[in-house]
């Protein structure tokens, strides 16, 4: 039992480049969920899915998007890096949204 | 949507006292409130949870109250040790309708140090 796998740790992106950030778990848990930790501003969401085929938008969606063809994966896609993307993205999952959220790695993304 | 206040920031204290974090949130709705604490370098990790039809809970030197009345939640740690420092985050759970399909909004952080 794995839990939940992020990938990659690092990137370092160009500005305007596209990246899917990628996370899974093996829970067998509805509800995944993006966000992002930049200093002072606690963990943000992005975006959620409460099942596979179903997604919705957090409070920072804008140059991300998502999409749950499975229960386990869950990517999160960077259309054109820009600066501002720059920060700690943490993947999570949990059995439904009222419930303990397992978190992943984490992804330290760094747009030049 | 909702929003979560978190106060202090930071959070200096010696070994062996009590440390107090507090949170309010804007959407009587809300109906879950975890906190988390992550230590430098690692991921969030949940340390305590309440709902919204429980005022008090504890586990061991943790203990979080929550007052719906005034929207308003905190996390107690008494005999604070070294190893509790870390930065820790609260959130609520809000859904429209009640369910457990919604969005969790978290707290910007306390910084929590604990001198020996």
């Known amino acids: 039992n794995a839990g939940v796998t992020q990938t990659p740790k690092f990137q370092v992106l160009k500005t305007g480049q596209s990246m899917t950030l990628q996370c899974a778990q093996d829970m067998n848990h509805e509800y995944m969920s993006w966000y992002r930790q930049d200093p002072g501003m606690g963990l943000r969401l992005i975006h959620y899915?409460?099942?596979?085929?179903?997604?919705d938008q957090g409070e920072v969606p804008n140059g991300y998007n998502v999409s749950r063809s499975t229960t386990e994966d869950f990517p999160l896609r960077l259309l054109s890096a820009a600066p501002s993307q720059t920060s700690v993205y943490f993947c999570?999952?949990?059995?439904?949204?009222?419930?303990?959220?397992?978190f992943g790695q984490g992804t330290r993304l760094t747009v030049v | 949507g909702e929003n979560v206040e978190q106060h202090p920031s930071t959070l200096s204290v010696q070994e062996g006292d009590s440390a107090v974090i507090k949170c309010t949130y804007s959407?009587?709705?809300?109906?879950?409130f975890p906190w988390y604490k992550q230590e430098l370098g690692k991921r969030p990790q949940l340390i305590i949870d309440i709902r919204s039809n429980v005022g008090e809970k504890k586990d061991q030197r943790i203990a979080v109250t929550l007052n719906k009345t005034a929207k308003h939640f905190s996390l107690h740690i008494t005999e604070t040790q070294p190893e509790d420092s870390a930065v820790y985050f609260c959130a609520a759970f809000y859904s429209a309708g009640g369910t457990s399909y919604g969005k969790l909004t978290f707290g910007q952080g306390t910084i929590l140090t604990v001198h020996p």
């Open positions: 999570a999952s949990s059995l439904m949204g009222n419930t303990e959220a397992f």
């Open positions: 899915s409460v099942g596979a085929g179903i997604t």
């Open positions: 959407d009587s709705a809300s109906n879950y």
